[in-house]
């Protein structure tokens, strides 16, 4: 009985200290109040703005405004759904996603099919980076370009969003980009490529929102969107509210990430960075070759300059400097895809 006692008091304790250790949730009512009567120059509609904002940013993407004056953080989304394709490095093809919305999968089709007929191509990249979307049909007709079976992708409600068989499947190497701008049916569909094993995903947790959304009417015109329902992978997993996290983490500044991703060559310093981009003797300087003028001229100078090598010597030339990724994402995702094709063409997959 005294074992038992003294079990049931440990237990009592560790809860009491559990409880004790959890921060308490200031009331709120009790600080709006203190707000308005201490702040100077703090209106209604200014505190009422700030309780809004607050509340949203805490919920995730869970739930959003929509109309003229609604709240947003998010940059607005890049008007195409393809707003990008190039191949990069001579062998690697570049999609970059703006919105996934109607017309997305043909678009990526068409660019790949373009791209690939006039390349050597070892891999895909699949950039997601500060995508959105609603349209999760769009997302599983992408998705389907890279899965070569029929079937569940996901569900939406407990009705399944599938894909047909695809004979004609982009198989190679595939490396999907992400940050914690890539919400809603960008997420889906970067969970169900990686899902299907098709594809690894890289950089930074992405921002939530992969649910089905309900639009309720609110008295000033604008309307409250509200994730009222899970998106769920095909074994019935939901996504979860707080978004995806990365196979390869790559943490890079929001700063950063906005100057990697309008241009990825950028040499971006951050704060208290060194570069060595001015130095001369940098891996990229242009490399100098010895002509035989040069050596002519040495010669007459007074230099001790022989036969052989003039016969050596070849006319002067200036190496092209090849450029630098410095997006740290795009970079690791290329040689991701490389890396990876290597390792199929050694198992010749």
């Known amino acids: 009985m005294r074992k038992i006692g003294l079990f049931f008091l440990s237990a009592g304790m560790s809860l009491t200290l559990a409880r004790a250790a959890a921060p308490a949730v200031p009331n709120l009512q009790e600080i709006t109040t203190l707000l308005r009567a201490n702040l100077p120059g703090l209106t209604d509609a200014d505190l009422n703005r700030a309780e809004v904002e607050g509340l949203l940013a805490q919920l995730h993407g869970q739930a959003s405004l929509v109309g003229t004056d609604a709240v947003t953080t998010n940059p607005p989304a890049e008007s195409g759904v393809l707003s990008r394709s190039a ?3 001579n062998d690697t093809i570049y999609l970059r996603i703006g ?11 068409t660019a790949y099919q373009q791209l690939s007929a006039t390349n050597k191509v070892k891999g895909v990249v699949l950039d997601l980076r500060f995508a959105d979307g609603v349209d999760y049909r769009a997302a599983a007709d992408t998705a389907g370009l890279f899965v070569t079976k029929a079937g569940p992708l996901f569900s939406l409600g407990g009705r399944p969003v599938s894909a047909a068989e695809n004979k004609h499947a982009i198989q190679l190497p595939l490396a999907v980009l992400v940050n914690a701008e890539t919400r809603g049916a960008a997420e889906v569909l970067a969970g169900v490529l990686r899902e299907t094993r098709v594809a690894l995903i890289l ?3 992405t921002g939530g929102g992969a649910a089905v959304m309900r639009d309720f009417p609110l008295k000033d015109g604008q309307s409250l969107r509200i994730a009222t329902t899970p998106v769920q992978y095909a074994d019935g997993s939901e996504f979860s509210p707080d978004g995806l996290e990365p196979d390869v983490v790559v943490n890079v500044s929001p700063a950063a990430e906005q100057v990697y991703f309008t241009d990825a060559y950028a040499d971006f310093a951050e704060p208290g960075q060194t570069t060595n981009s001015d130095s001369a003797s940098g891996a990229n300087a242009p490399e100098r070759r010895i002509s035989e003028a040069d050596l002519v001229k040495a010669r007459r100078a007074g230099a001790d300059v022989s036969e052989e090598d003039l016969e050596d010597a070849v006319p002067a030339t200036t190496e092209p400097p090849q450029p630098v990724m410095h997006d740290p994402v795009l970079a690791r995702a290329v040689d991701l895809v490389k890396g990876l094709a290597l390792l199929h063409q050694a198992r010749g997959d």
Do not use: C
């Not at 919305?101 to 990526?108: C, E, F, I, K, T």
């Open 203 to 205: 950089g930074s947790h």
């Open 99 to 109: 919105r996934v919305g109607a017309g997305l999968s043909d678009a990526v089709a």
């Open 87 to 89: 191949v990069l490095e």
